[in-house]
């Protein structure tokens, strides 16, 4: 009987000290659980007001753009002209090319007979250089825009200055012959055939005259030999007259 009551006596404690354990488990794992909600709890907090933060942040930022883009279009309206101020400029502005197209086509209607005269005193060589732009000066009425013929003529005028700045020989037909001429820019020419002809050339208002002067041709001759480099280079004596 008493080896029962001991033994009794023994487990007891044992299977308290086991109930005790479980229940402090329990309660240690509800306190992990609670320990960890707390934290979760913080950090969302913690998030949320740093979010809060940046948010305040760009809305600021934004109210400030906001605001100076008020400034800038208050700005621009205030200083942009009217529609009606705009408008009137314009109408000025188109009045004055009118303006300065009625005087450029007034300059070209006067000069295009010009132009048309003083190629009448261009040598044939030139003018053959320079047929597009006759032919657009001659087809050119006073109602039609200006810059064709315009250009026309500033390509002629540069056509005719090159040509006068140099030596130009060509081959023609004079008194029913073959015969080398050479111009001497827009001044004179001389002309000589293979026999006995030769003579001068002058510009004149209805064209070029021509002279016959067989004397001449010897002295011609040698200068175009001389071109062509049959001789050595060599001083010729030919009678020059410019108006």
Not at 73 to 98: F, R, W, Y
Not at 130 to 141: G, M, V
């Amino acid at each position: 009987m008493s080896r029962i009551a001991a033994l009794l006596l023994l487990t007891i404690p044992a299977i308290y000290a086991q109930e005790n354990d479980s229940a402090v488990a329990e309660l240690r794992e509800t306190i992990s659980k609670i320990v960890d909600v707390q934290s979760m709890e913080s950090k969302e907090r913690l998030d949320w007001e740093s979010r809060k933060t940046e948010i305040a942040a760009l809305l600021d930022l934004h109210q400030r753009e906001l605001e100076l883009l008020d400034e800038e279009l208050a700005k621009a309206g205030s200083s942009a002209p009217s529609h009606q101020q705009v408008t009137a400029e314009m109408k000025a502005e188109i009045q004055d090319l009118k303006k300065t197209r009625g005087l450029t086509s007034g300059a070209v209607a006067r000069t295009v007979p010009r132009t048309i005269a003083l190629a009448n005193r261009f040598p044939l060589p030139l003018i053959t250089e320079a047929e597009a732009e006759l032919a657009t000066l001659r087809s050119w009425k006073s109602t039609d825009e200006p810059r064709e013929a315009l250009r026309s003529i500033l390509t002629l005028l540069a056509k005719a200055e090159q040509f006068n700045r140099r030596f130009t020989r060509t081959t023609e037909i004079r008194d029913n012959r073959e015969v080398q001429v050479l111009y001497l820019g827009l001044a004179q020419a001389f002309y000589a055939d293979s026999k006995d002809k030769a003579g001068i050339g002058r510009p004149g208002a209805d064209g070029w005259t021509w002279e016959a002067r067989p004397e001449i041709r010897p002295e011609l001759i040698n200068a175009f030999d001389t071109i062509d480099k049959k001789r050595p280079p060599s001083m010729v004596t030919l009678p020059l007259k410019i108006d």
